[in-house]
């Protein structure tokens, strides 16, 4: 999840017909009533476009024509809108996605700083499609010019392809340090607790990957030994004086 104006948003970061459309000043009739139970919305444009009349979300003016509709704010996507619709034309900059309301990954919208979800993906060009969409892809490689926040959720896909300035990581747990991506410019959210004890060369994969030495283990070793040879020192100048 990218963000360049350093705000820190959610820490969480279908079956559709060929009738859809894309153009927001088409209202499609709704099909059901307008309950407590039922969805209000029968189309994502129909309910694209009551957010924009309403002021909750705003139209992104850029120039694009690769059929996506482009927004700026936060979308939320719950249950008065039909279910199981294919978000995935849609670009925001964040997204809540309530529970159920979509069914797969893939279908999910585009954003710039992350969705709150309860899906799930172990495929990193899928993840970094729609949890950061503005980050460049070189090769087999992504660059994020900003920051990228991890959510603490179980499953995670592999992070060692991506390069960020800066990673919020709030997944709690044990981490592999392989797997995680480099930050040029820090951690936040890492602490020793997270990885236990690492042997040798994943301390070294550790450090390669931006993180300081406290913040992967807590072992004072080194700062005793450099106080110890100085005591040994100190001692031995005593001696000579004597």
């Avoid at 900003?146 to 919020?168: H, M, Y």
């Amino acid at each position: 999840m990218v963000d360049n104006d350093n705000r820190i948003p959610l820490k969480d970061a279908g079956i559709i017909g060929t009738d859809q459309q894309t153009d927001l000043s088409i209202q499609a009739p709704i099909t059901e009533a307008a309950t407590n139970s039922s969805p209000r919305f029968a189309t994502k444009e129909e309910y694209i476009k009551f957010l924009l009349d309403n002021k909750k979300i705003k139209r992104d003016r850029q120039t694009c024509h690769d059929g996506k509709i482009y927004l700026k704010g936060c979308l939320k996507i719950d249950n008065t809108v039909v279910k199981h619709l294919d978000w995935s034309d849609i670009v925001v900059d964040s997204a809540v996605v309530e529970n159920g309301v979509i069914s797969k990954y893939k279908n999910l919208p585009h954003t710039r700083t992350g969705i709150k979800t309860n899906l799930t993906t172990l495929n990193i060009d899928e993840y970094m499609s729609h949890q950061v969409y503005d980050a460049t892809k070189k090769g087999e490689n992504y660059i994020v010019n900003g920051i990228l926040r991890i959510p603490d959720i179980e499953k995670l896909p592999d992070f060692s392809s991506v390069t960020a300035n800066q990673v919020f990581y709030y997944k709690k747990g044990i981490i592999n340090p392989a797997l995680l991506p480099t930050a040029l410019n820090g951690f936040f959210g890492i602490g020793p607790d997270n990885f236990g004890n690492l042997s040798a060369e994943a301390f070294k994969i550790a450090k390669s990957k931006g993180l300081r030495r406290k913040q992967i283990t807590n072992d004072k070793s080194g700062i005793f030994k450099h106080l110890l040879t100085g005591l040994k020192l100190f001692n031995r100048q005593k001696v000579g004086e004597n």
